[in-house]
């Protein structure tokens, strides 16, 4: 059985969730649907932007644009992240 890779996903980026607390990550990619990923950009989100994680916990608690945002997991798992040097 063959396996399917992304081609457009690099095997760094991570979702979200996965990043521990007081990391700093840039974010790579936004998967899932159009309405919820314009929503995330609307809130900072963008591709390329910086995002320090506050608490990951049963939600999310990030720093973004100089905004403290909360995501539920369910959200945060469709930001694809890589970290940065902090």
Known sequence: MESVV???RSESWLPLPQMGKGQK????????????C???REMGFCEDSEVR???NSSAM???VCG????????????????????
């Open 6 to 8: 992304d081609s457009n």
């Open 25 to 36: 990550v840039r974010v790579q990619k936004l998967e899932g649907h159009e309405s919820v």
């Open 38 to 40: 314009n929503r995330l």
């Open 53 to 55: 994680i506050l608490n």
């Open 61 to 63: 608690l990030c720093l």
């Open 67 to 86: 905004s403290k945002v909360c995501l539920s997991r369910q959200i945060a798992d469709s930001i694809l992240v890589e970290p940065t040097a902090s």
